[in-house]
């Protein structure tokens, strides 16, 4: 007879400390509608359901037969912690545990998939779905086999090329199958203040469960590693320095990205806003490309990990920092 038994691995992911023994993990006067104060965002807990105090030293399966573990997070977006992320089922059989092991602290990657097409025909539609898995689904015990599905379709018949031979300009093909994709996203969709309230909603809640960025791949795609320094004072302040980007042979200089004291750094943090101004460098210049951060872990609470831009265009391209280096 098969065994179709499941094992299920719980993985957390902690980034602060471990709450100290016999505290009690929601506030005193909350009535379980909040943490205890002393609980900080990525603080890895240890502690016993029944009495929701955190195990001490010398506990055993005898004093505590159902263990819970769990990371403090923050679910509202209010910067603190608000919430604990728990093992599938809430806590683990003392009894029944076999192995448990701790992994040293790491910055995690993005995926990077490149999607490719052949031949393409005039008049045709053609989809494509995207199955993502994240957060959303792995938070909750009804959706941790769950995959999202999302459906993005393009019609050929307005792109057509007289000089190719297919007769399909395949780069409006992805251009427009591209802005399909990121059509959703409030920054780039012009017409919805245009739609319904409830067609508002449903974007916006898309817009926020959604865990991923399409671009089109032109010929030119360069990775540009971005590394942190230190001071004599301080950990992890400033980070290697983007002060503009040449465009086929034109420099473009941003404003407020680098030191002024030393046009080589850029101060920490800064990545996000670079990245929208060489998008808008790319646009403004009205040459197609563009640029997303590869970062997996951000935040204040983030640990000070290298990351990586990535920069995509049909066009030469190069960053260079304040000085225009």
């Known amino acids: 007879m098969p065994n179709d ?14 709450v100290p023994e016999e505290k009690y993990i929601y506030s005193l006067d909350g009535e379980l509608a909040s943490l205890n104060d002393e609980i900080e965002l990525g603080d890895l807990l240890f502690y016993d359901p029944r009495t929701n105090l955190t195990i001490k030293k010398g506990d055993t399966a005898k ?21 604990l992320q728990k093992v599938f089922g809430d806590s683990i059989d003392s009894c029944a545990i076999e192995n448990f092991t701790t992994d040293p602290a790491n910055c995690g990657c993005n995926q990077v998939m490149d999607f490719y097409v052949k031949c393409l025909y ?21 959706n941790f086999h ?16 007289d000089s190719c ?13 591209v802005a399909k994709m990121n059509s959703h996203n409030p920054k780039k969709a ?14 916006k809640q898309q817009v926020e469960n959604r865990d991923w960025t399409a671009y089109v791949l032109h010929s030119n795609d360069v990775e540009y590693s971005i590394t942190h320094q230190d001071t004599a004072c301080s950990d992890c302040v400033t980070m290697t320095g983007i002060g503009g980007i040449n465009i086929n042979g034109t420099t473009i200089m941003f404003k407020g990205t680098t030191l002024s004291t030393d046009p080589t750094l850029s101060p920490k943090g800064k990545q996000d806003r670079i990245v929208s101004l060489i998008n808008k460098a790319f646009r403004d210049s009205k040459v197609e490309g563009s640029a997303v951060v590869l970062q997996q872990l951000k935040g204040s609470g983030a640990p000070c990990c290298d990351f990586k831009i990535k920069v ?14």
């Open 122 to 142: 005039k008049g045709e539609t053609y989809t494509i779905e995207i199955w993502t898995r994240g957060d959303r689904e792995l938070h909750t015990q009804t």
């Open 165 to 177: 031979e297919s007769g399909i300009d395949c780069n409006a093909v992805m251009c427009a199958l």
């Open 312 to 325: 995509n265009s049909c066009v030469t391209f190069d960053l260079v920092d304040g000085a225009g280096t």
């Open 146 to 161: 769950n995959w999202r599905k999302e459906v993005f379709s393009v019609n050929l018949k307005d792109f057509a090329c």
């Open 63 to 83: 004093e505590v037969p159902k263990l819970g573990v769990a990371v403090a997070v923050d679910t509202k977006g209010l910067g603190y912690a608000t919430a």
């Open 190 to 203: 012009k017409s919805i203040k245009h739609t319904g309230a409830f067609i508002r909603r449903a974007l």
């Open 5 to 18: 038994r499941r094992v299920r691995e719980n993985i957390l992911v902690p980034y602060g400390k471990v």
